[in-house]
């Protein structure tokens, strides 16, 4: 009597636990490398660590870029100081311009009083007119003069430019909100653009990569809510709620990971279902759907 017993809860405990597919959680990993060469002099991250999103990590040296942005900005202070000074160096002309307007209001006076000859006056009103073509003339030249110098110094603003770039990129700042998975670099190393740093991956959703056969294809679709359902380590599975949001085009045989030869030969679709992280889902655990 106990051994149909038995039997039949077995029987009922495999329909509770039953599965329309199989497959194990992954997360989109995001390896963080370098942007600048030097030494590593701080690298603050460890395996496992959780970072936010524009954390500062890290930072290579950059001693020589600020060495050189020095002595950019010396080059432009020394080809600026080469402008000439237009309000100096008119001042005199200008001077000499208001003495001759007074003349021209004086003189004007004198020939409506008939103490001056007309010439006279013509004389005074050329001499201010040709002060005034001077200082015209001069604040032209000057201001050309000026302005290439000036165009000189830009392609030195723009180098400096590069190096606040430059110098940027030497700070070490993640980029993604997640857990660190591995650490490829630490402090006093040398890092080269390019040179993964460490590897980090947002686990708050994780996605189920499961297959189903072309016979279950026609009943699903895409945003359809399944049930995922996890060992929880007492012999009982935990239910989670996924969301299927992305179904291959392309039919594969299934994963070798299968050993039965006939599953081997079956055809199968992959789908990726997304599911809410409550905390005890972990990259790599096996997980099963019920469609």
């Not at 370098?34 to 936010?52: D, K």
């Not at 080059?75 to 005199?92: E, G, W, Y």
């Amino acid at each position: 009597m106990l051994l149909p017993a038995a039997a039949l809860l077995f029987s009922c405990n495999g329909n509770q636990n039953g599965h329309d597919a199989s497959g194990s959680f992954e997360a989109d990993e995001t390896i963080i490398s370098s942007e600048a060469s030097g030494t590593i002099l701080q690298l603050n991250i460890r395996e496992g660590q959780a970072l936010e999103a524009g954390q500062l990590v890290g930072y290579i040296d950059s001693t020589q870029l600020f060495l050189k942005k020095k002595q950019l900005e010396a080059q432009i202070k020394a080809t600026l100081s080469q402008r000439p000074d237009i309000a100096a160096q008119t001042a005199t002309l200008k001077e000499q311009l208001k003495a001759a307007e007074k003349e021209q209001q004086r003189f004007t006076n004198l020939v409506k009083a008939n103490a001056a000859t007309q010439k006279q006056l013509d004389d005074v009103n050329a001499q201010a007119d040709v002060l005034k073509k001077q200082i015209a003339a001069l604040q032209s030249s000057l201001g050309i003069t000026s302005a290439s110098i000036t165009q000189n110094a830009e392609p030195l603003e723009i180098q400096i430019e590069q190096l606040n770039d430059q110098l940027s990129k030497c700070r070490i700042v993640n980029h993604v909100k997640g857990i660190v998975l591995t650490r490829y670099a630490a402090a006093n190393e040398v890092a080269a653009p390019g040179k993964p740093l460490y590897k980090i991956a947002d686990i708050s959703t994780l996605t189920l990569r499961a297959f189903i056969t072309g016979a279950q294809l026609p009943s699903v679709k895409l945003n359809q809510k399944v049930k995922v359902l996890v060992d929880d380590g007492n012999g009982t599975y935990k239910e989670h709620e996924g969301i299927l949001n992305w179904i291959s085009d392309k039919a594969e045989f299934t994963p070798k990971s299968i050993q039965t030869k006939d599953e081997r030969a079956n055809l199968v679709y992959a789908v990726k279902i997304g599911v809410v992280n409550d905390g005890s889902l972990k990259i790599g655990m096996y997980g099963e759907v019920k469609f």
